[in-house]
């Protein structure tokens, strides 16, 4: 059971001093189920310059003439090749882009999505800044997993939020269950906000449907604003016949859940900097506000582009890409029992392999020591686990088969060579 001082981990305080604890981390003894809300910093009015750009350019996808005199904007310099010029957009995004995310939901999911809540995003890391800071104010406490992918704590500690770091292990395939939220709760107290992420980053382990749902159910019951990151939604290596190939998003089970998602990895699109959040209807308009101020508008031109990310040929380019992980991933897992490392996270997707170093950490002491190593002597370099879980990492590995076969096909046998020797 949970020890004062137990596993709910605080990292070190927030250095922003003159944060205001909401009431919610004030009364950790509450007795109704809080409704999520939006923060109070959040109240703040959207920029209307783009609130109007935004207005201007849906009468102008209907038809009309209008002639604009709003923004403080010259004229859009001619772009190079098959682009258009580019100005502000609205600060969610176009509307073409924000439909045509609504139809990949309609596509892998079957579910229906009004195009105006979805916010198109500076990357998955824009959607997370703009997203901690309409759903959270400083001093709520918001739980993910540990070992987990770390800007998640490190912008909610940026912002001023309490982070609950919830240990997880095999027992649970590297997931949150709501009976370590329950004891995350009895030690903590109430939980704003919880972060998942499947596959996730660093272990690749997926929530199946059963486990979200009772994750979801759990958010419900305690007034716990769920946010599900499905960047690798689509990087899975599913079994002939599961009903869930693509990943199960939160939006299928529940219409107040956030959800972010980004071109970044199914589409290989990182320096684009495009993401996404589907925000529940009464959160558009505090982040539209943020948006609006913090960023005016996502770019452009990359919105134009990523048009074609949709397309029945763009599907198919990238599953192509996926199977080429699944080969790469299919190397490592044939390559264990040479490796002779400790527990390994089940690799469901993404394109990341985590595992404890074993008989490793006798030689090497710990991962950080062991990566270096690796990287000095044999050219092959991996991340350690520190940087995901500051308590455990140090035991752990993390390897990216993104790189494709012939680059983990190389590093294994490298890494083999130097174990030996
Ligand atoms: C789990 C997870 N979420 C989000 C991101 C951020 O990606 P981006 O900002 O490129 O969308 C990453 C990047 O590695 C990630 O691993």
Redesign the pocket.
Known sequence: MVKPGGPFKTPPSSPLPDLVPSAAAADPVQTEIPVPRASRRSEIPAFEVMRITDEIARRRLAGHDVVSLCAGEPSARPAPGTLKPAGYTGPLGTMPLREAIAGHYRDWYGVELEPQTVAVTT???GAFQLVFLTAFDPGDRVALASPG?P?YRNILRALGVDVVEIPTGSATRYQPTPELLDAAVAERGPLAGLII?SP??PTGTMLGRGELSALVEWCRANGTRLIS?E??HGITFPEAGDPDPRGVSARELDPEAIIIN?F?KYWGM?GWRL?WAILPQSLVAPLEALASNFALSPPAPAQELALTAFTAESYAERDAVVAGFARARALILAAEPELGWGEAAPSDGAFYYYSELGPQLDRFGDSVAYARALLERADVALVPGVDFDPVAGGRSVRLSYAAGEAAVEEALARIIRFQRG
Do not use: H, L, R, V
């Open positions: 990357g998955s890391s992918y800007a992420a996730a980053n990151d960047i690798y980004s970044s990182t993401g």
